[in-house]
């Protein structure tokens, strides 16, 4: 997920300073029943009913089979405490679904990011499902990747800015079988921009 992440960063930051502007009154975007910039909650999803019979202080266990909840997986491997959240929401194909809040493990945060993992055969599907929910994207990348065989793949990458949210949809991510959907809030956008210019200061000097 995390290099998923940083592709879609490297490939967003031009188009996103390249003039695109938004509203500085963000307006709801919500995918997969989740509104970016609210809590889980306020997205009328609770947490999946945990099995007390397997679940420990530091482990929950969760009720195999519940759908439109969310579950905490404790990532933790320090004293640093570290949360993963995921929704169980139930499409005609498999995905996985993260949600990552403006504050780490408060499920009653803003949510800031929505990433999506999916097979790549079933790209096409989600594909579908955006472009009827946010019409066709602002641009499409067409490029090849190569594995570590040497055999070909051709990657599409697919940006939208819908209200100040940034969106992108890629068949290939860091795994040839494996596609990538993130979605981020406006404040994550920004937070993402300022990052980026940091670091290219930061390279810049050091050069």
Not at 48 to 73: A, I, L
Request: glycine share 4%.
């Amino acid at each position: 997920m995390k290099k998923s992440a940083v592709l879609m960063i490297a490939m967003l930051i031009p188009f996103l300073l390249s003039g695109v502007s938004y509203s500085e009154e963000t307006q709801d975007v919500a995918i997969l029943g989740i509104t970016l910039g609210r809590s889980l909650k306020e997205s009328g999803i609770n947490e999946c009913r945990v099995d007390r019979k397997f679940s420990s202080k530091t482990y929950k266990s969760y009720v195999s089979g519940d759908t439109d909840c969310y579950e905490e997986k404790n990532m933790s491997f320090s004293s640093h405490k570290s949360c993963l959240y995921t929704v169980n929401r139930k499409l005609s194909f498999y995905v996985t679904i993260y949600v990552i809040p403006l504050i780490e493990c408060d499920p009653n945060s803003s949510i800031q990011e929505v990433q999506v993992n999916l097979r790549s055969d079933n790209y096409g599907k989600l594909l579908d499902l955006m472009v009827n929910k946010f019409g066709q994207p602002a641009k499409t990348e067409n490029s090849v990747v190569q594995n570590r065989m040497g055999a070909s793949f051709d990657r599409v990458s697919n940006i939208w800015d819908i209200r100040g949210h940034s969106m992108y949809l890629t068949n290939i991510s860091s795994k040839i079988d494996e596609g990538f959907l993130r979605i981020c809030h406006p404040d994550q956008v920004r937070r993402d921009i300022e990052k980026s210019k940091k670091e290219d200061k930061s390279d810049l000097d050091k050069f």
